[in-house]
């Protein structure tokens, strides 16, 4: 898979752009010069020599990425059984999906109230790329029967053509008359449509319907890349309030350690004063008694 933070789409292999000097760039341009310094006329058959070795390097590039991109088909088609596995042992945790996405340091701007409660319905999430790994992919969030949509599975695809174009579509949302999240979803979208082209949708159901820049879909390219390979170290993210409560705790706990710790030193203080104290009158009276 491809590593965490990595475009959503999977890039076609760009030829890169050569960089050439003129006037060796120009076709007949080095016959043309007969006059140029024997100094020049040398540095422009090493760059000629340093093109052509390029083009060779770029040769072989491409063709390591045919061959990188047969291997990752295989390897798809092989972990398939595993993520089916897995999906069904995850499916059986309740809340584990949504767990999952409010632990995710992005994925949790995604929620908002009444979308949260939406997704608690949700019993797991899957990724499916395309058979060309290089034209897409698909991610299908199944649902239980809930009192927001009919839709059992919906189902958001990114496509990336030949030219290099991305676009997506998604399934339609059959929302359910009183809980209409997609109304007030397109509210907010439109309302967002307005704002900059990169800030982050408000809530799951504004960014799932969302088209408007497939390219730079991170939320996508987020569940893909790093949620997808590994779900459950996000659902095991320990709860940050908890780990500040026993922080808290802990400090309490030795703040109360060191007040005893204080209180026994003083009290030790007192002890060899008053025995001091009492030396001193005993002292006192045996002089009184020799007089």
Not at 18 to 26: D, E, G, I, Y
Not at 138 to 163: A, Q, T, W
Not at 193 to 211: L, M
Not at 230 to 238: D, I, T
């Amino acid at each position: 898979m491809a590593p965490k933070h990595q475009s959503s789409l999977p890039p076609q292999a760009k030829k890169p752009k050569k960089v050439r000097l003129t006037p060796a760039s120009r076709a007949g341009e080095t016959s043309a010069s007969p006059n140029l310094p024997k100094e020049e006329k040398e540095q422009q058959e090493e760059i000629e020599h340093i093109d052509e070795v390029q083009n060779e390097i770029d040769r072989c590039n491409e063709q390591a990425n045919a061959k990188i991109l047969k291997v990752e088909q295989k390897n798809n088609k092989l972990r398939q059984p595993f993520f089916q596995k897995r999906s069904e042992w995850t499916s059986k945790i309740r809340n584990f999906g949504v767990t999952t996405f409010v632990n995710h340091p992005q994925l949790s701007v995604l929620f908002v109230q009444e979308g949260e409660e939406a997704l608690h319905y949700l019993i797991r999430v899957e990724v499916r790329e395309f058979e060309n790994i290089k034209s897409g992919y698909r991610i299908d969030f199944c649902f239980n029967e809930n009192p927001y949509f009919e839709n059992k599975v919906l189902s958001k695809e990114f496509h990336l053509n030949e030219s290099g174009d991305s676009s997506s579509k998604c399934t339609e949302i059959k929302s359910k008359s009183r809980k209409d999240l997609m109304k007030s979803s397109s509210q907010t979208q439109n309302k967002a449509s307005r704002k900059t082209q990169h800030e982050e949708p408000e809530s799951f159901f504004t960014w799932f319907p969302d088209h408007s820049d497939a390219a730079a879909d991170e939320l996508g390219e987020v569940i893909k890349d790093d949620i997808w390979p590994n779900p459950l170290q996000y659902y095991l993210v320990p709860d940050v309030d908890d780990e500040e409560g026993e922080e808290e705790d802990d400090d309490d706990v030795k703040e109360e350690e060191g007040l005893e710790d204080i209180d026994e030193e003083r009290d030790e203080d007192k002890g060899e004063e008053d025995e001091d104290y009492e030396e001193e009158e005993k002292g006192e009276e045996d002089e009184g008694e020799d007089d």
